[in-house]
């Protein structure tokens, strides 16, 4: 069992559609969680991250860990087509070592 | 500021030949990875430092070493090419203090396939 599994899509929605993006990982003693983005042939970047249980919002984005049931979710609001990308979960307990969800790919369609 | 900057970005191999690739950062980030992309399987680790003079191995580090003898810089090198080693390359790093040091700034890849 991977410890960090991601709905694996692909996602299809139209422009304005609210995303939900989810992983659930199996290692209780995970207590950072990031979520990045990743362009077609480009590198990923870091989109966001949180500590513990709770919510944290960016702008359009928000991302909840519910560590009760070992899941994270990445919520966005209004998506627009330059949202299109892959986004991948991951956890971070160590420096230098995180492990990654395989990613979901979204298309928002204009 | 550069970032993180890899290089080459393609590169294609003949089984059997050894190449390094180039990974380096402006950031003063004591930490860096080397992770490899494959469709369907995610960001696997082959290697990571935590310091000039410091790494270890990752989930994935057979027919690959690395050095770290300075902060910016942590080439990859592989031995004797395969092509299971076709894949995308990603050098990461991050700093060492703070919550940041859990989010990674990633380069823009190697592409590197072994015919």
């Known amino acids: 069992q991977k410890e960090v599994e991601q709905d694996p899509g692909p996602l299809s929605v139209p422009e304005g559609a609210i995303v939900s993006l989810n992983c659930t990982y199996s290692?209780?003693?995970?207590?950072?969680f990031m979520w990045y983005r990743q362009y077609s042939r480009k590198g990923p970047e870091l989109l966001m991250y949180?500590?513990?249980?709770g919510n944290k919002e960016d702008g359009r984005f928000t991302a909840q860990v519910d560590k009760s049931s070992k899941y994270i979710s990445l919520f966005i609001r209004d998506s627009q087509p330059s949202d299109s990308a892959t986004y991948l979960c991951?956890?971070?307990?160590?420096?230098?070592?995180?492990?990654f969800g395989d990613g979901t790919t979204l298309t928002v369609k204009p | 500021n550069a970032g993180v900057t890899q290089t080459p970005k393609f590169q294609v191999l003949k089984t059997g030949q050894s190449m390094t690739l180039q990974c380096a950062q402006d950031?003063?980030?004591?930490?860096m990875s080397w992770y490899r992309q494959d469709p369907g399987m995610g960001l696997r680790l082959i290697h990571y430092?935590?310091?000039?003079?410091?790494?270890d191995q990752g989930e994935v580090p057979n027919g690959y070493n690395v050095s770290r003898s300075t902060t910016e810089d942590f080439p990859l090198r592989l031995l004797s090419a395969a092509p299971s080693q076709t894949s995308v390359y990603f050098c990461?790093?991050?700093?060492?203090?703070?919550?940041?040091?859990?989010?990674?700034?990633f380069g823009s890849g190697t592409r590197l396939t072994v015919v």
């Open positions: 991951a956890w971070g307990p160590e420096a230098g070592k995180s492990t």
């Open positions: 290692n209780s003693a995970f207590q950072y």
């Open positions: 949180t500590y513990s249980s």
């Open positions: 950031m003063n980030h004591e930490y």
């Open positions: 430092s935590v310091g000039a003079g410091i790494t």
């Open positions: 990461a790093s991050s700093p060492a203090t703070g919550l940041a040091n859990y989010g990674y700034t």
